[in-house]
């Protein structure tokens, strides 16, 4: 029944910037976490960013790979169900393609589960 689809990608030059969005269609007031993941060609599917949400206006840290803390930053706008992935001080290395993920439990999304994923977009850095 839930749907993400992302959309944001694109190419850009190191040190740009590129916001990705999820727009999250369908039931989705039980599903209370979400994740970005990325995918560079020879590495495996890893999350980047994860978020639970604790109630209607309170939210727990979010947790960043080691790799993009301090440059990307997640968000999640309730009233449109809309995720954002702001990426700053982009590098090559980030180049992959990105994906959101929806689960009840944070859990999965930690393990590289998701009952629900988009079908990805390709971020492209070069220098």
């Known amino acids: 029944q839930v749907q993400l689809a992302e959309s944001g990608g694109g190419s850009v030059q190191a040190g740009g910037s590129l916001r990705l969005s999820c727009v999250v269609t369908?039931?989705?007031?039980?599903?209370?976490?979400y994740a970005w993941f990325r995918q560079a060609p020879g590495k495996e599917r890893d999350w980047v960013a994860v978020?639970?949400?604790?109630?209607?206006?309170?939210?727990?840290?979010?947790k960043y790979a080691d790799s993009v803390k301090g440059r990307f930053i997640m968000s999640k706008e309730n009233a449109g169900d809309t995720l954002y992935l702001q990426m700053n001080s982009l590098q090559p290395e980030d180049s992959a393609m990105y994906y959101c993920?929806?689960?009840?439990?944070?859990?999965?999304?930690?393990?590289?589960?998701?009952?629900?994923w988009g079908q990805g977009t390709q971020v492209t850095v070069s220098s």
């Open positions: 978020i639970e949400n604790l109630g209607p206006t309170r939210y727990a840290d979010t």
């Open positions: 369908g039931y989705t007031k039980e599903f209370y976490s």
């Open positions: 993920a929806a689960d009840f439990r944070i859990e999965n999304l930690l393990a590289g589960l998701g009952d629900y």
